[in-house]
């Protein structure tokens, strides 16, 4: 019978694996320096991996709360059981049947010992984040913080520190029907302004439910006027399809997104840049502005500068045509109909017998040869020279 031991990773291994960097937080907490404790110790608990809670979260579900836990990952988060001491065997077992007992009571075992050293390690980041003075509150005679979970002190740190006043709850819910600028604003910005809102309510007990949410986010997309047919679609939903912050968050991202990147390919200019870039600083935002701004200039100039180039081809062309149409039309009485012009004694290749030598014209037609004469025209315009030389004998 084989037998199986399979190895946990220790508290120390997982503290040093850890991703998230945690802040010495000085003096007294606030409930901004809880806050960023809590964000630091999520992002641990969540680099550590876990098949539970759907599989992608790693271990978050064990730290964070199950309303906000189900905001993200629609398996609900629970903590691995206490496996039995010895591994539970079915009635008349078989050799194969005992090996596969034992191998799922070790991989239990193996579990359960993995998820209470994650929590160990994120204990020890509260314990060297929070000056002891301030941990005291919550030691248990003799063993101090032993035996509490990381997500009970967090809770406790929150309680006894974390003040929200009154007057702050209030003035946080407005931010659920803020306006939204569907055709400026990522949708990202709704969410992360609903999520922030949540999260400072349930912080100061006193809750926003999911159906909240959900209702104040239609309300806020129907103002914007331009999403009403992805409000149609949802309202087309069962009623179990659309009551939960997961699936609004998952019906109308994707769709809003594709909306957005609609209008981009329709709209051009400084505004539009300013919206892809309105996540940055605002010295990186200028920096890529004025780099959008060269960019299209230099495309200008590239695009007049090619516009030019082929103008001037084409007027080359067309001067070119011009002349040898000129040439063959002061041949005489060709085709054209022109009036025959006067001899004159000087010969010109282009014109043949005129006023000028072919070295001296000022309209010269394609294959000018300055060299020609009247008697070796050289393949030049023949017009005038039978009447001069019969005045010459």
């Keep these: 019978m084989q ?45 550590v991996y876990s098949n539970r809670g759907g599989g992608n979260c790693g271990h978050l579900g064990m730290l964070m709360d199950d309303t906000t836990y189900a905001t993200i ?20 077992p078989t050799g194969p049947m005992i090996t596969e007992a034992h191998r799922v009571h070790a991989q239990a075992v193996k579990e359960r010992q993995e998820c209470q050293n994650v929590d160990r390690a994120l204990t020890r980041t509260i314990i060297e984040a929070v000056e002891p003075l301030f941990l005291k509150p919550f030691h248990r005679p003799y063993i101090g913080l032993l035996g509490q ?11 006894n520190y974390g003040h929200i006043l009154p007057h702050e709850l ?3 819910r407005e931010a659920l029907s803020k306006p939204y600028d569907a055709t400026g604003e990522p949708f990202q910005v709704l969410i992360d302004r609903f999520e922030e809102a949540r999260t400072f309510a349930q912080d100061g007990q006193l ?12 309300v806020v997309l129907t103002n914007t006027g331009t999403l009403d047919r992805f409000i149609d679609q949802w309202n087309d939903k069962a009623p179990a399809d659309r009551a939960t912050w997961l699936q609004f968050k998952t019906h109308f991202q994707p769709r809003v ?6 209008r981009n390919v329709e709209t051009t200019g400084h505004g539009l840049a300013a919206t892809r870039y309105q996540h940055l600083n605002p010295d990186s935002r200028n920096d890529m502005l004025h780099m959008d701004e060269a960019q299209t200039a230099l495309l200008t100039m590239a695009t007049t500068h090619t516009e030019l180039i082929r103008q001037l081809a084409e007027l080359q062309e067309r001067v070119a045509t011009l002349v040898t149409q000129k040439s063959t039309n002061t041949g005489g009485n060709g085709p054209q109909g022109k009036k025959k012009k006067k001899n ?8 043949g017998m005129c006023a000028h030598t072919g070295a001296t014209c000022r309209n010269p ?4 040869n300055n060299e020609a004469t009247a008697a070796n025209p050289m393949g030049g315009n023949r017009f005038g020279l039978a009447s001069n030389m019969t005045k010459q004998e």
């Design 344 to 351: 004159g004694t000087q010969y010109c290749y282009t014109h």
């Design 365 to 368: 037609g394609q294959g000018h």
């Design 73 to 92: 990952s629609p398996t609900p988060w629970v903590d691995p059981p206490e496996p039995p001491a010895t591994p539970v065997l079915p009635p008349n």
């Design 3 to 47: 037998t199986y031991a399979i190895k946990p990773a220790s508290a120390e291994e997982i503290y040093q694996g850890f991703v998230g960097q945690t802040q010495k937080i000085l003096g007294e907490p606030t409930y901004s320096d809880i806050r960023l404790l809590r964000t630091s110790l999520y992002e641990n608990a969540a680099s």
């Design 149 to 159: 979970s990381t997500k009970s002190i967090l809770e406790l740190l929150m309680t």
């Design 207 to 218: 809750p926003i439910t999911d159906a909240q949410l959900v209702n104040s986010g239609i």
């Design 170 to 172: 209030e003035g946080n």
């Design 257 to 262: 997104l594709a909306y957005q990147r609609g």
